[in-house]
C-alpha cells in the first residue's frame, strides 16, 4: 500500500533538552500550538492527546517509542473530523539531533494509506506550528497567529 508522508526539517538554536520540554510540557505546547495541551504519562505505550483549551480532545493515540531527548514516536489519530478519524492511526516521528549550538528537529508524519486527509492537513498546520516552536525558543515569544485556538476550529 502506498503511504502518504509528511517530513519537515528545522535546525532551532537551543539544547536537546529544551527542545524537548518544549514539545512534551504543557507551560511550553500552550505557547506555540495554539493553546492546547498534551497529556501523557510519556512511556512506551502511554496514552496520549492533545487538549483544546475547551478540554475537548483533537488528537489521541499512544507512544510508540520514547528516548528522551533524542526521540518520540506516537501513534495519532485525528478526533475532531469524522473523515480524518475514518482512516485510522498516522505515525508521528520527532527526531532531535545535536549540531553545534543548535539542534536538527526533523519531524515524519505518515500514514499507511495513499492521499490521507490528515497527511494533507498536517502538512499546512506542521510548518506553522514548528516555525513558532522555534522562534518561541530563540526569541522568546512564538508566532502570534499559534498563541490561540483557531476560529470556528
Aim: with cysteine; charged share 25%; net charge neutral.
Amino acid at each position: 500500500m502506498a503511504k502518504s508522508e509528511f517530513v519537515y526539517v528545522t535546525f532551532i538554536r537551543t539544547t536537546p533538552e529544551k527542545l524537548w520540554r518544549a514539545l512534551t510540557k504543557p507551560e511550553f505546547t500552550r505557547q506555540f500550538w495554539h493553546d492546547t495541551t498534551q497529556e501523557c504519562d510519556w512511556k512506551p505505550g502511554a496514552r496520549w492527546r492533545i487538549v483544546k483549551p475547551d478540554g475537548s480532545t483533537a488528537d489521541s493515540g499512544e507512544i510508540v517509542e520514547i528516548d528522551p531527548p533524542k526521540k518520540l514516536v506516537l501513534k495519532w489519530q485525528n478526533q475532531m473530523l469524522p473523515e480524518m478519524t475514518a482512516e485510522g492511526f498516522s505515525l508521528l516521528t520527532y527526531q532531535l539531533e545535536p549540531k553545534g549550538d543548535s539542534v536538527k528537529l526533523t519531524v515524519t508524519h505518515q500514514m499507511d494509506k495513499s492521499d490521507s486527509k490528515l497527511i494533507n492537513a498536517v502538512s499546512g498546520g506542521w510548518p506553522m506550528i514548528l516555525s513558532s516552536l522555534k522562534s518561541l525558543l530563540e526569541t522568546g515569544e512564538s508566532i502570534e497567529a499559534t498563541r490561540s485556538w483557531p476560529k470556528g476550529m
